[in-house]
Every structure is written in C-alpha cells, then in structure tokens.
C-alpha cells in the first residue's frame, strides 16, 4: 500500500514571497504519478501540477514548480511569487500507474496555506 | 453540463436515518470516483465507476455504504443507518476513460453532518 505524509500541518507566507509545501511518499512501485491539489474554501479540489516518476525533469506550471527526488521519495511544490488567490489546502496525492482504468488517488493530510497581504 | 455537480450541497441528519448523496459528472466522463474528507484529514478513496465495468468498491469502510450509477451518468451514494463517525465531506469527481493520470476534475462536494 502507499502512503502519503505531508508533515506541516499549516504555513504562512508574505504575498510575493515564495514558500515550499513539503510532502514525503512510501511505495514500492517504479512507474507512477504524483499531484498536487489546491482546495479553497468552495471545497472543490482543483488540480495544481503533476508528475510522471519516470520524467527526470521536474514539472513547472506558471508560478507552481516541483522538486521531484524519487530516491528519496519526496515531491515538494514551490510556490513563487505568492498571490492572496493562492490561499488554500494544498494535498499532495499518489496515483499508481496501471493497465486498466482505475486511477484512484492516495492523498495526504494537507496543508494549510495562508497568504498575508 | 460544464462540472461536476453535487447535491445537497450541505446534509444534516440525525443520527441512525439514511441520506443519499448525488453526483453528475460531466457529459462523456465514463469514469466516476467517489471519496471521503473527514475533518482536517485528507482524501479517502471510496468507489470507482468505469461504464458498464464492475465497480471498484475496495474502499468502502462498511456495509451501511453502498452506491449506485446509472449507465455513465448520475451517481448516488447511500449511508444507512448513519453514525456520527459518517460526518464528513463527501466529493465525487469525474474524467473521460484512460485519463485519470492527468488529473479529473472534481466537484464541490457534499457536507454531511450526523448528530
């Protein structure tokens, strides 16, 4: 089975600031998927970024990047540039890669993000 | 329609009564999950749908849980004989087939209340 810690149960940053939401996995799988979502207060989860384990690079998106290190199993988001918007839960999530269609989701405990003005 | 859809928005209930939840998922989604967030937890997967397959009810906690799809459309979660422990949101979320891995896209949830 696979776990997913996300240690930090809250964070503060200054807005423009930038801050690093930490997450650890345990797996014994090679070939995977890790996410991570945004939750605001609407309660809908809203996808923030993604990342193919077998992909050395580490995937950007706009402000939002990662630091993907697979031996070590962590996969931590880096959030540049803050903006008040980006207030929120953050959950990081696993998703096995598999053959069929199941794409069920192993998510963390979350963390929650406040952006001061 | 444009998202996932779920009613009611916010449930109270008293404890011992059945409550059914619903989720329409997007036009064409065939794939439709649904988990649970207990407070100040994370997700847990509960069931996954996909067409006319058999579902995937490996993370139902109990058999006071059940749920149902029509074809590839609306979805409906059924708690009997609620406890307060069932107290917590319930999202569903929907994609096309095969492409869970680029993320789907998830509803606004269900907050059910037991007291």
């Known amino acids: 089975a696979q776990t997913v810690t996300q240690s930090q149960p809250e964070m503060s940053v200054q807005e423009a600031e930038t801050v690093t939401l930490s997450c650890t996995y345990d797996t014994s799988e090679s070939n995977y998927y890790l996410f991570w979502y945004k939750q605001p207060p609407s309660r809908q989860m809203i996808l923030v970024i993604r990342q193919e384990a077998y992909k050395q690079q580490n995937a950007t998106e706009n402000r939002f990047s990662v630091n993907f290190q697979k031996a070590a199993k962590s996969f931590s988001l880096k959030i540049s540039d803050s903006q008040l918007g980006d207030t929120a839960m953050y959950f990081c999530a696993f998703m096995k890669q598999l053959a069929g269609a199941n794409s069920k989701l192993t998510f963390g405990k979350g963390i929650t993000l406040s952006v001061r003005p | 329609g444009a998202g996932v859809s779920q009613s009611p928005s916010n449930k109270v209930t008293e404890k011992g009564k059945d409550v059914e939840l619903r989720c329409d998922p997007i036009?064409?989604?065939?794939?439709l999950y649904w988990y649970r967030q207990r407070l100040g937890q994370g997700l847990e997967f509960l069931i996954y749908f996909q067409g006319n397959s058999a579902p995937d009810k490996s993370g139902l906690p109990s058999d006071r849980f059940s749920a149902e799809r029509t074809g590839e459309s609306v979805s409906t979660l059924t708690i009997q004989r609620t406890q307060q422990e069932d107290s917590a949101v319930y999202l569903c979320?929907?994609?096309?087939?095969?492409?869970?891995?680029?993320?789907?896209?998830f509803g606004s949830g269900t907050r059910l209340t037991v007291v």
């Open positions: 036009s064409g989604h065939t794939a």
């Open positions: 979320a929907s994609s096309y087939p095969w492409t869970g891995a680029y993320g789907y896209t």
